[in-house]
């Protein structure tokens, strides 16, 4: 059984801490070193950690994150697996083969 409201409650805890490796990756690709990836990746989890603040707000308004990437790069970096409809996206639940990256988008999901 899945339970969606509980996957997104459970994913919501930590505030979008879970996406982190998604954005580091997505600012590699856009070009940042990868030192300064992980610095800014960094700073933005443990003032989110910290603070209890939403880690993609802080990505966004971030003046070294938000020149690579644009909101809705940073957003689909979400490795939630469900869609606005409420189905599961099944190639990327539970597929063993990755879906090729979009070339639109930086983040490629998995």
Same mark, same amino acid.
């Given at each position: 059984?899945?339970? /969606?409201?509980?996957?997104? #409650?459970?994913?919501?805890?930590?505030?979008? &801490?879970?996406?982190?490796?998604?954005?580091?990756?997505?600012?590699?690709?856009?070009?940042?070193? #990868?030192?300064?990836?992980?610095?800014?990746?960094?700073?933005?989890?443990?003032? $989110?950690?910290?603070?209890?603040?939403?880690?993609?707000?802080? &990505?966004?308004?971030?003046?070294?994150?938000?020149?690579?990437?644009?909101?809705? $790069? &940073?957003?689909?970096?979400? !490795?939630? @697996? !469900?869609?606005? =409809?409420?189905? !599961? #996206? =099944? =190639? !990327? $639940?539970?597929?063993?083969? /990755?879906? /090729? /990256?979009? @070339?639109?988008?930086?983040?490629?999901?998995?």
């Amino acid at each position: 059984m899945v339970y /969606p409201e509980a996957m997104r #409650r459970n994913l919501d805890l930590f505030g979008g &801490l879970v996406h982190s490796q998604r954005v580091l990756l997505a600012l590699t690709q856009a070009g940042m070193g #990868r030192e300064d990836a992980y610095q800014a990746v960094q700073r933005n989890a443990m003032r $989110a950690w910290q603070e209890g603040v939403d880690f993609l707000g802080l &990505l966004k308004a971030d003046a070294e994150v938000s020149p690579r990437l644009a909101p809705e $790069a &940073l957003e689909a970096c979400s !490795i939630w @697996p !469900i869609t606005p =409809s409420g189905s !599961i #996206r =099944s =190639s !990327i $639940a539970f597929s063993a083969v /990755p879906e /090729p /990256p979009d @070339p639109e988008r930086r983040c490629s999901r998995y």
